[in-house]
């Protein structure tokens, strides 16, 4: 029985082991799925990075020594309390420092995953100062991007055909027409709502996932610590194109938005003609007049 203890530790270590080296190694790829990958995507924001942590270092090592604890006890009582060498079976019944156990241990567990999931929760819902404001919507089967502070008006993003985002070099169904442009290392404030159905907006490399309810508001928001592009999708079944609603979010620098923030502000209206200052550009701007020969009638002057 000890040597069966042995090997089944020796088994659980190297297999977490293997587990750990993995995602320490694993050349995943930043702001989409990594084809083979078992790992959480790479961060890209302060929230992505506290949600690694809470899963790898809290929650994925106490569901593992549950896991192997659970087994080792089916395991033993599998080999050594089956009815060939038990054929008479105990009577006793009810233990009370081992149901106190098993009821109080679990309770620890939990507290002591609520203590850290709690302040996981404040960190979402404890929003800076925001710099930008973005409202989202989402349709059957796209998304529309509205920036009230910079006044541009909702644009839509649609998935890209399969060969349009091989042109684009872009992933295909996650790839979009008209991706949200936000600025690096700015607090971004998103308001995220339906207009038919329940969508959701995710993306994993921030770690977004927020309900699109229509005739609700919610809110959440990120703050991009490096440039690139990050891709993320409906995460609600929302409709037979469900899987062709994308979200493209394209970080760039601060200047480069201002750029784009620009190049989205409408033309200059003409000014109206019969306001002064265009009736003085037409008269500054139109010929001198032709002088005019007056003829003298000298009998009319006589008189």
Not at 9 to 24: I, R
Not at 272 to 277: D, F
Request: contains cysteine.
């Amino acid at each position: 029985m000890r040597g069966l203890r042995g090997a089944f530790a020796k088994v659980g270590l190297a297999a977490l082991g293997a587990m750990v080296s993995v995602q320490a190694h694993a050349d995943d790829l930043m702001g989409q799925p990594t084809p083979g990958g078992i790992a959480l995507q790479p961060a890209a924001s302060s929230l992505k990075v506290h949600a690694i942590w809470f899963h790898d270092l809290l929650l994925l090592p106490i569901i593992t020594v549950i896991t192997l604890f659970v087994l080792a006890l089916l395991l033993i009582i599998i080999f050594r309390f089956n009815a060939k060498k038990n054929p008479v079976p105990a009577k006793f019944a009810h233990n009370t420092a081992l149901e106190i156990a098993w009821t109080g241990i679990p309770v620890l567990i939990l507290l002591v995953i609520a203590v850290f999931s709690f302040q996981f929760l404040f960190d979402y819902h404890r929003m800076p100062k925001p710099d930008l404001t973005v409202k989202v919507v989402g349709y059957q089967w796209y998304w529309g991007y509205t920036y009230p502070d910079q006044k541009i008006d909702e644009y839509t993003s649609n998935v890209l055909t399969e060969a349009a985002a091989k042109a684009a070099g872009k992933p295909y169904l996650l790839g979009t027409d008209n991706p949200l442009i936000v600025p690096v290392h700015k607090n971004v404030r998103v308001l995220v709502t339906g207009a038919d159905v329940i969508h959701d907006w995710a993306l994993p490399a921030f770690g977004l996932k927020t309900d699109a309810v229509p005739g609700r508001t919610n809110e959440t928001w990120f703050n991009a610590d490096r440039t690139g592009t990050f891709y993320g999708e409906c995460d609600q079944l929302c409709g037979v194109n469900h899987d062709q609603m994308p979200i493209e979010i394209k970080v760039v620098s601060q200047s480069d938005f201002d750029a784009w923030v620009a190049s989205k502000a409408p033309p200059p209206a003409p000014a109206a003609s019969g306001s002064p200052a265009a009736a003085s550009a037409a008269a500054a701007a139109a010929p001198p007049p032709a002088p005019q020969k007056v003829a003298m009638n000298a009998a009319a002057v006589l008189r």
